[in-house]
T-cell receptor, first 114, second 114 residues
């Protein structure tokens, strides 16, 4: 158990819908990262927050957004869903935003878009 | 741009045999390198990492990796495979100043035969 929790574990929805994925980082971790794992694209970095502020953006679509709240939990919002958005979405946390700090991964949310 | 190539999407070894999973990276600046393991239906767990210093890095579960700058490689090895090593392994790279977001290889699925 990494100490990072993600809810829900599974999510099935239809095209065009909007969903919210939630992540609670390990106690004391200030940085949250979101990654997408799909069969064709592999594991890709989406976005990073540190202590409530956006720090880095990767291959995140405009239909996707995220935020980190004062209690440090983070939410990833996916809207106008398409079939290709079906993937495993991971959240990871680390103490700070440095490259030296180990990232601890949650169990993931499996999103299926029908 | 940084990238990671993992040779072999699937590697099969017998129990007790040497495990060798290959990783080559492309980076214009000194890289920080990581190996993660993903067991079925779980998140990623850090096996080992190289940032600076000794180029031979020892990790958990008997794994080790050697950073070879001249070959731009960071291959993962274990002298004797165990059935419990069956999982998917991901090599990842980041670099100083990137805020720590990881760039992953496509992954190598390791099977261990009895």
């Amino acid at each position: 158990d990494s100490g990072v929790t993600q809810t829900p574990k599974h999510l099935i929805t239809a095209t065009g819908q909007r969903v919210t994925l939630r992540c609670s980082p390990r106690s004391g971790d200030l940085s949250v990262y979101w990654y997408q794992q799909s069969l064709d694209q592999g594991l890709q970095f989406l976005i990073q927050y540190y202590n409530g502020e956006e720090r880095a953006k990767g291959n995140i679509l405009e239909r996707f957004s995220a935020q980190q709240f004062p209690d440090l939990h983070s939410e990833l919002n996916l809207s106008s869903l398409e079939l290709g958005d079906s993937a495993l979405y991971f959240c990871a946390s680390s103490i700070r935003d440095s490259t030296y700090n180990e990232q601890f991964f949650g169990p993931g949310t499996r999103l299926t878009v029908l | 741009a940084q990238s990671v190539t993992q040779l072999g999407s699937h590697v099969s070894v017998s129990e007790g045999a040497l495990v060798l999973l290959r990783c080559n990276y492309s980076s214009s600046v000194p890289p920080y390198l990581f190996w993660y393991v993903q067991y079925p239906n779980q998140g990623l767990q850090l096996l080992l990492k190289y940032t600076t210093g000794a180029t031979l890095v020892k990790g958990i579960n008997g794994f080790e990796a050697e950073f070879k700058k001249s070959e731009t490689s960071f291959h993962l090895t274990k002298p004797s495979a165990h059935m419990s090593d069956a999982a998917e392994y991901f090599c990842a790279v980041t670099y100083g100043g990137s805020q720590g977001n990881l760039i992953f290889g496509k992954g190598t699925k390791l099977s261990v035969k009895p």
